[in-house]
C-alpha cells in the first residue's frame, strides 16, 4: 500500500477522507512511513517487483476462474471437481460466475484464440443439458449434509440453541444463510446504514454468533482438502457479495517480487513453512515469527510504545545478518535480542515479504463498500470473506499475528499501545503496495487499511470461524463428486437429468450413496449407535448410544472416565477432541457443544475417532 513517494505527510483535508483519524495517529503512521524509508536503503534493488505487463479483462477473469477451482470452463476438461462446485452454487454466486464466464469467453472469441462454450451451455440456458443438470438434485440440509431427504432432528435455528443472554447494545450474527443472498433478499432501504469511522473502539459492534446444534468450526477443524474448497467458494461468495452491492471487485494483475530461496526476510511464507516442518511437520506459522511474539511477550508487553520504537539501527541490522545465516542451522543465540529488536524485526519481516499478508488489490472496493456507509455487519462479512479466501499460510499467520496483538493490546495502560495504535503502526507493514499513488490515496488506503485491522483484532474470535453455509456447499460438493466419479461414462455422454434420477432411484446407483467403505465396515452397528476410536489411550474403542442430547464433550468425558486410572491418561484426553472423518466430510475436528447424533443424521457413513487437535 504505501509507495516509496510518501514520505511526508500530505497537505490534504482531513475531513475529506471517509476514515479520519485523530492527530496523534496520524504522527504514529508518518513516523512508521519515515521508518520503513529509513530502513529500506539498501534493499530497494532486491525488492523492485518484476515488470508487469498490462493485462485485459479476459485475462483477469480466467485467471479468476482458475482461482476459484473453475478452469475447467477454461480448459474444456471434463474434471469431477469443477462440475462438483458448480452444482453447489447459490443463485448470486451462480451469477457471479456467470458474468465473469461470460466477459472472458467475449473476449477471447474478440481475440479469436480458442473457440469457448458459450455461457448457456454451462448454466442451462440451451436444449443441451448442462453440466449442472447432469448432476441429480440431492437434498441438503441447512448444516451441509446430503442425504436422502431425511430431516434433521430439532430446528437449527430454535432459539435454545442461540446463545442467551444478550445485551442490547449486541447484534446477532448468523453464519447458517450465505451473505450475499441476505444482501440480495434485504430491502434496498436496510442496505446502506451509515457507520462512521469513531475513534472510540466501543463503536465497533459486538456481535454475538448463533451456536446452532453443529456448534462451531475453527478453519484448523478441517481438512487441508476441505479448506481449499472453502477458499474457492469464499471467493466467489466474496465477488457475489460485491456484486450485490454494485462494486465491481477488480482485480489488477499482482506484482510479483522474486522472494529469497533461503534465510528468513524477505522469504515468502511458504518457502519458510516447507523449511521449518523438516523440523515440526505440524507447524503452521513460521517458527521465527513464533520466536519474535516469544521475545515480545518475555518482557516487552508492558513496555510503553513497544511497536512506536526503532531500536538500535546497529543491532537490528546484526541481528538480520545473523538470522538470516544461522536461524534455520538452530545456530541463533535469541537470549541477547531484547524486546524492542524483536518487535523491530516483526513488522520487518512482513514488510519484506514477498506479497503483502493481506490481498491488497481488495482495498479500493472495500473503500467503496465504506463510502456508501454500511453498517459494521455489512464490513465484517466482506472481512470474514477475504479471511476465509486468504492461502493456508497466510490465514494461519494472520490468525496468530492477531493472538499475539490482542495481548499487546490487553496491557494498553502500561505500554500506551491501543487498538488504534496498533492498527495505525501496522497498517503500512501488512497492506502494501510498490505501485505509485498520490498522497491523498495513501492516506485513503492507509486509513482504511487500519479500519481492517481494527476489525480483525476486534472480532479475532470469531473471523477464523468456518461459516456453515460454505461446509454446508463443501459437504454438497463431496457428495457430487462421489457420484460423479461413479457415473462419469454416464455424465461424459450429457445424459438427460431424468435419466439420471432415474439411475439415481435405482438398487444400483442408490449403493453409491449409500454404501460407503466406512459404512459397510459399521454395518453390524444399530441405528443411533456410533463406534467411537481412540488409538492413543488403552480404552481404544467404544461402542456409544447417541440421543437427542449427546454432546462431543460427553462422549469426550465417558473415555475420560473409562481411561481415569493413570493419570498420564487423564493428561492425554484433556488434549484430544472427536473427530468427524469421511462419508461428506474430509476431516471435521467437532465443537464440544456439538449434537452429536444431529452429526451423525447429516452424516451417517463417517468415522468417529479422538485424537490430539492440531494447532499452530
Known amino acids: 500500500m504505501i509507495s516509496n513517494e510518501s514520505l511526508h505527510s500530505p497537505a490534504c483535508n482531513r475531513s475529506n477522507s471517509q476514515a479520519s483519524v485523530d492527530s496523534s495517529s496520524m504522527e504514529d503512521f508518518w513516523r512508521e512511513i519515515e521508518s520503513i524509508k529509513e530502513n529500506s536503503m539498501g534493499r530497494q534493488e532486491e525488492q523492485m517487483p518484476a515488470e508487469v505487463k498490462p493485462v485485459d479483462e479476459g485475462e483477469l477473469e480466467a485467471e479468476w476462474l482458475q482461482d476459484v477451482g473453475l478452469s475447467t470452463l477454461i480448459s474444456g476438461d471434463e474434471e469431477e471437481d469443477g462440475k462438483a462446485l458448480l452444482s453447489t452454487l447459490t443463485r448470486t454466486q451462480a451469477a457471479a460466475v456467470k458474468k465473469r464466464y461470460n466477459t472472458y469467453t467475449q473476449t477471447m472469441r474478440k481475440k479469436n484464440k480458442q473457440s469457448v462454450r458459450d455461457v448457456r451451455d454451462i448454466f442451462g440456458v440451451s436444449k443441451s443439458p448442462s453440466v449442472l443438470e447432469t448432476i441429480p438434485d440431492i437434498p441438503v440440509h441447512s ?17 435454545d440453541y442461540l446463545e442467551k443472554n444478550i445485551p442490547p447494545e449486541a447484534e446477532e450474527l448468523s453464519f447458517e444463510v450465505s451473505y450475499s443472498e441476505m444482501v440480495t433478499d434485504a430491502p ?3 442496505k446502506f446504514k451509515k457507520s462512521d469511522f469513531k475513534k472510540e473502539d466501543y463503536v465497533l459492534t459486538k456481535f454475538i454468533v448463533q451456536k446452532t446444534r453443529f456448534g462451531l468450526t475453527e478453519a484448523g477443524d478441517l481438512s487441508a482438502e476441505d479448506m481449499k474448497k472453502i477458499r474457492h467458494l469464499s471467493l466467489i461468495e ?35 513453512l516447507d523449511n521449518d516442518r523438516k523440523k515440526d511437520p505440524g507447524v503452521k506459522v513460521p517458527l521465527v515469527l513464533q520466536k519474535f511474539f516469544e521475545k515480545v511477550e518475555e518482557s516487552g508487553l508492558e513496555s510503553e510504545g513497544i511497536f512506536r520504537l526503532s531500536g538500535c539501527t546497529a543491532k537490528v541490522k546484526q541481528y538480520r545478518e545473523e538470522l538470516d545465516a544461522k536461524f534455520n542451522a538452530d545456530k541463533f543465540k535469541w537470549d541477547k535480542m531484547c524486546h524492542r529488536e524483536a518487535a523491530v524485526m516483526l513488522k520487518a519481516f512482513f514488510r519484506e515479504l ?43 499467520t494472520a490468525q496468530a499475528l492477531m493472538t499475539f496483538f490482542n495481548k499487546v493490546i490487553a496491557n494498553e495502560s502500561k505500554n500506551r499501545m491501543s487498538i488504534w495504535n496498533i492498527s495505525t503502526v501496522m497498517a503500512p507493514n501488512l497492506f502494501f503496495s510498490r505501485s505509485k499513488h498520490s498522497d491523498y490515496e495513501e492516506l485513503l488506503l492507509a486509513n482504511t487499511a487500519a479500519h481492517i485491522i481494527r476489525l480483525m483484532l476486534k472480532y479475532q474470535k470469531i473471523l477464523w470461524k468456518v461459516p456453515s453455509f460454505l461446509i454446508t456447499q463443501v459437504r454438497r460438493m463431496n457428495e457430487a463428486t462421489m457420484l460423479l466419479k461413479k457415473q462419469l461414462p454416464s455424465v461424459k455422454k450429457l445424459l438427460r437429468r431424468k435419466t439420471i434420477e432415474r439411475e439415481v432411484a435405482s438398487p444400483k446407483i442408490s449403493k453409491v450413496l449409500q454404501k460407503s467403505p466406512s459404512s459397510r465396515r459399521m454395518s453390524d452397528v444399530p441405528e443411533g449407535v456410533i463406534r467411537v476410536h481412540a488409538p492413543l489411550l ?14 462431543a464433550k460427553d462422549i469426550l468425558a465417558k473415555f475420560q472416565y473409562e481411561n481415569s486410572h493413570g493419570s498420564s491418561e487423564c493428561i492425554k484426553i484433556q488434549n484430544q477432541r472427536l473427530y468427524e472423518i469421511g462419508g461428506n466430510i474430509g476431516q471435521h475436528c467437532l465443537d464440544l457443544d456439538a449434537y452429536i447424533l444431529d452429526v451423525y443424521h447429516v452424516n451417517p457413513h463417517a468415522e468417529w475417532v479422538i485424537k490430539p487437535q492440531s494447532s499452530f
Open 143 to 159: 448444516n451441509g449434509s446430503a442425504s436422502p431427504g431425511r430431516p434433521v432432528q430439532n430446528s437449527v435455528r430454535d432459539d
Open 238 to 272: 466474496l465477488t457475489a457479495f460485491f456484486d450485490a452491492f454494485g462494486i465491481p471487485l477488480k482485480r489488477n494483475k499482482t506484482e510479483k517480487v522474486k522472494g529469497r530461496d533461503n534465510g528468513i526476510f524477505g522469504v515468502s511464507l511458504t518457502v519458510l
Open 188 to 190: 434496498k432501504r436496510n
Open 354 to 396: 514477498p506479497t503483502s499478508l493481506f490481498p491488497v488489490e481488495y482495498i479500493p472496493a472495500f473503500i467503496t463498500l465504506m463510502e456508501r456507509g454500511p453498517h459494521i455487519k455489512v464490513q465484517f462479512q466482506a472481512l470474514h470473506l477475504m479471511v476465509m479466501a486468504l492461502p493456508d499460510a497466510n490465514r494461519d
Open 538 to 551: 488403552s480404552k481404544v474403542s467404544m461402542a456409544i448410544q447417541l440421543n437427542s442430547q449427546t454432546k
